[in-house]
Structure formats: C-alpha cells, structure tokens
C-alpha cells in the first residue's frame, strides 16, 4: 500500500470519488447522498474533491471491486484531471487495494471510506486516549493490507517505531524476514503495546466511573450524527468551551460538564464523538472505551439536525450503532436541532412519526432550551416507579439516596433494617432491585 496519510500542509491533494450502488441491498443513503457525505469527509480530511462516479452492481467485483471496464473509465478520467488520489465510498479488502494499485498505476493513489475516517480522526484526537484508540485502529486496519514494503508507517505514527530508525534498517532485519515481513511483526508488536496501554487507560476509567456512579449524579450522554450540534448545545447548556466547527468529526474526545438545573438537582453531561452511517466497525472496537461511556448513561440526549435533507436517515443510522454499542435500552429524548433555518417544523414532525415526541431547539440561538431543561429534568428526576424495599442499616447510603431522591410514603424501623414504602425515580431502579419487597417474598416463597 502506498502512503496513506493525506497530508495538509503541501498543497491540496485532488480527489477523485467512487461509489457503488448496490442493488437490493437495504442502505441508508442513496449512492448519491453517501457521495456527497464522502465528500464532506475529504474536505475535512484537506483534500479538494475534482469529480465523482459510481457504478451499480448486485455485488462487489472479487478483484477490482468495481467491473475492470468502470476502472480502465475512471483510470482516464481522474487522470485528466490530474487526480491525486482516488477514494472508494466502500470498505476495501486488501486483495481490492492490490488489485486497484496495480491498475490506477504509480502516479494515483488508492484509499477507501474507512481509510480516510481514520485519517481525520487522527488529525482531531487531542488526548492521549483518543489518539491510543485511532491509533489503534489504523494499524489493525492496515496490517492485513499491508502489500509491500511500507516505510512511512514508521514515520507517520510518530510512535515508538520511528524512534527506533527506519523500519527494517541495518540490524533490524530478523533472519531471513523479507522487508514486508518486518512490517508486518513491527505492525503486530505495536498492536499488542497499544491495546494494553489502551486497557491501562480504560481500567482509569472505570475507576473514575465506579466513583461517578457512587456519587449519584445522573450521567447524561450527548449523542448523534456528526455535525448535528452535540457540542454546540454542550456549550450551550454548560458554558464549556468546546470546540465547534462545520465540518465532520470536529470532536473525538468526550468532555463532560457539570449542569445545575433549576430546583437544585444536578446531572452530568458529556459530549462525545458523533456517529456516520457505515461506521467503519474496527472503528468501533477501539473505540470502545470512549462508547462505554455512552451504554453506561441514566439518559441519552439524541441531537438530529433537522435541517439536513437526510435527517431521518442519520436519525435511524444512530439508532443502528447505539444498538450495537447495546446503548438501545436508554431511555431518549430526540432532539430537533437547527430550527432557526427550517421553515416548517411542524410539518417534518407530522411527516416523521419518529420526531413525534422530540424537542425542538437551536442550541446555536438558544431557541427551546428551557422547554428542553424541563424535558431533562422531568425524564430524570419526576418519573417515579412505586417500590417497596427492606434496607439493612449497613446499606446506609442507599437508605440515604432513598431520602434524598425518592418520595417516601411509610418509613418503618426494624431490627437492623428499614423498611421502606414509596418511589424512587426510574434510573435508580436497578440500585433497590436487591432489597425490592414483592421480589423478597418471592425467593422465600
Ligand atoms: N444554524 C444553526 N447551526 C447550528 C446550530 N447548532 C449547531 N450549529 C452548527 O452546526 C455545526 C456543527 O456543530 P457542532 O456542535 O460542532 O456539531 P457536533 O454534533 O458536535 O459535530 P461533531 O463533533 O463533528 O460530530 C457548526 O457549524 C455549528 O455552528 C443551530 O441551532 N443552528
Ligand atoms: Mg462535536
């Protein structure tokens, strides 16, 4: 593979887009929104799109991908217009990549949806962790694509192969190893530092969120399409200083703010990275640790911009990952955002049933936000489940959360217990289940 890292620097690279439109296969977007979304990511990415085609096929070509006729086709046209590099909307496997290198030739280059995903989240990872997890992910997807001798990974990564000098130097050539082979073990040795310096971090974590969750403050998590107004309305809502721009992927890293809510009840707020339709899955699995964040919320904010023309489909796209993250049985509140440019709202809301129940606001104008606030604070702090529980006194912060959150109808003091009738707010559910009355009665049935 050649080099894979779009540089921002040098003038801008000119890109050449391809899609496939596969028939009877259920998608989210049309070949042609998926292509235009491709070209928002490689402007991000730095890269100046020149031109775009796709071909409709019932399945991918085991070689090219794409029928050898299309290649010879975008073969003359991209070189006409003096393509840089030509990107495939599509995952590429690494017979693919070979295959179409050898074809497009030296001069273009060759990289797929995913490749250039990994690339702007590697430009826009600040902390150490977000940087682990693309990092991560970058070598694990391109160590089985990995087809010749590929010297700039070293220098690219900047990590601990490049310190060591060029890879497969002098002295460092195992016996008999072909250059391609020396890649290959640098790639996997890296993969296996990586992953336990990831677990490290995780392990933090999840200290600091064992802490988090004693504490008790409801965790709120901000999720949605990239680019829908997550960190706007985190910025809104917290005053935070989170970075916000108009272009794909603008954050990575979660930042979480504490919000005080009128009547003194406090939550947790975090704002994390988006989601995009064909969300490579390798993508998914490093970043795992940032998405346990999300599957370990009281309540998810879902933001949709609803000024987009595929508004609905990015809507249900996320309902697709969190599904797969097992974030589905959250409670949600959806969120239509970007109202001061819709002409109709409550036309899209009668049109979508899905938007039925959902919140509208400009988190960018402050339009809603208090119809918001009470949405947020009656979902967390006003839906009361009647319960009925027995607490031994050395549960005493439990006894405590009851008389802190819950209402209580009846308090009855026993021999080292109490016993308990009244309600608690459905999030805490879970936390009385042990000492639940009706379940006692049962077990001892
Ligand atoms: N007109 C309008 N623009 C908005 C509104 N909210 C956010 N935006 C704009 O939408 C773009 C994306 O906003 P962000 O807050 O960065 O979106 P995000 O969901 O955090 O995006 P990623 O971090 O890239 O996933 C920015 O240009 C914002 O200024 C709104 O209510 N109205
Ligand atoms: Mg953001």
């Known amino acids: 593979m050649k080099n894979n890292t779009i540089s921002t620097q040098m003038k801008k690279e000119r890109a050449f887009l391809v899609g496939v439109d596969f028939e009877q296969q259920s998608k989210v977007l049309s070949v042609e929104d998926s292509l235009e979304e491709l070209a928002l990511l490689a402007t991000t990415a730095g890269l100046k799109v020149i031109g775009s085609d796709f071909q409709r096929l019932s399945k991918p070509n085991p070689s090219t991908f794409i029928g050898s006729g299309k290649v010879q086709e975008i073969k003359a046209v991209s070189e006409s217009l003096h393509a840089d590099i ?48 693309v990092e991560l992910a970058q070598y694990e997807y391109l160590l089985p694509r990995l087809t010749r001798a590929w010297t700039h990974l070293a220098r690219q990564a900047g990590g601990g192969a490049g310190r060591s000098g060029s890879v497969g130097g002098v002295g460092l050539r195992g016996p008999g190893e072909t250059q391609l082979e020396v890649d290959r073990r640098k790639i996997r040795e890296k993969i296996t530092r990586l992953k336990s310096d990831i677990e490290k971090v995780r392990q933090h974590r999840q200290r600091y969120r064992a802490n988090r969750k004693r504490s008790l403050i409801p965790v709120v998590t901000l999720v949605g399409y990239t680019n829908a107004g997550k960190s706007t309305l985190l910025n809104n809502l917290t005053h935070a200083d989170v970075y916000v721009a108009d272009q794909l992927f603008a954050t990575l890293d979660p930042t979480t703010r504490r919000l005080e809510l009128a009547g003194g009840n406090a939550l947790l707020l975090t704002d994390t990275v988006g989601f995009i339709q064909k969300l490579p899955t390798n993508l998914v699995a490093a970043f795992r640790a940032t998405l346990e964040e999300i599957s370990d919320s009281d309540l998810l904010l879902h933001i949709v911009d609803v000024n987009h023309p595929n508004a609905i489909q990015q809507w249900r796209s996320v309902l697709d990952t969190l599904q797969e993250i097992e974030a589905d049985h959250i409670p949600m509140i959806t969120i239509l955002n970007k109202i001061d440019k819709t002409e109709d709202i409550e036309e899209i809301k009668k049109q979508y049933p899905e938007f039925s129940n959902a919140v509208t606001i400009s988190a960018k104008n402050s339009i809603g936000i208090d119809q918001l606030l009470l949405r947020i604070k009656r979902e967390l702090f006003e839906t009361f489940i009647p319960i009925s529980v027995t607490i031994p006194y050395k549960n005493g912060t439990l006894i405590s959360l009851f008389h802190e959150f819950g209402k209580i109808d009846h308090i009855e003091n026993n021999v080292g217990t109490v016993k308990i009738t009244g309600s608690i707010p459905g999030r805490l559910l879970a936390e009385f289940e042990k000492f639940n009355q009706q379940q006692k009665s049962r077990d001892t049935e």
């Open 86 to 133: 030509i990107i495939f909307d599509e995952e590429l496997s690494p017979r693919h990549f070979r295959e179409l290198e050898e074809a497009f030739g030296q001069n273009i280059r060759v990289i797929d949806r995913t490749t250039l995903i990994l690339d702007i989240f590697a430009q826009h990872a600040q902390t150490r962790e977000g940087k682990l997890q």
